[in-house]
């Protein structure tokens, strides 16, 4: 597998400066952000937070997809939400908290294969192997297909 690329510049002291994060390896842009952003409203801006957010919910949502497919029930849809939470501890911030949420539509599933699959997915996805000293929880749902 490649590696992937990011960098960021950052100007400026912690309180009134700002940086860009930019995806150098898929050439898909560059993200501003700053202490107001990460420690109060996002105002258009992003976070290192945020963006660990997305990888976990990209990389957890391509797990799932891949142990369903296994399984012999490959997913319709997967709607995963990744809820990233900083807190103080001990005198600095940290990351504290993950919060998988997922709903999907996978035909010919049961529930019990599907808990299994999304606890499975939750504890392999590599992102959060390799987050794996914040607690992350998980709440997985199968949405129902209407008859």
Not at 5 to 11: D, L, P, S, V
Request: aromatic share 4%; charged share 20%; glycine share 8%.
């Amino acid at each position: 597998m490649p590696d992937r690329i990011a960098t960021t510049r950052w100007t400026g002291d912690l309180t009134t400066g700002s940086g860009t994060v930019t995806l150098v390896s898929s050439g898909a842009g560059g993200f501003t952000f700053s202490l107001p952003s990460r420690a109060g409203e996002a105002n258009g801006q992003t976070s290192p937070e945020e963006l660990v957010a997305a990888a976990h919910s990209a990389c957890y949502s391509m797990q799932l997809s891949a142990l369903l497919t296994a399984a012999g029930t490959p997913p319709e849809r997967i709607d995963t939400t990744v809820t990233v939470s900083q807190n103080l501890r001990d005198g600095a911030y940290l990351i504290t908290e993950i919060r998988v949420v997922v709903l999907a539509a996978v035909p010919g599933a049961d529930e019990e294969g599907f808990r299994l699959a999304a606890e499975k997915a939750k504890e392999i996805c590599p992102v959060s192997v390799a987050l794996s000293g914040t607690m992350i929880t998980l709440d997985a749902e199968l949405e129902r297909a209407s008859a």
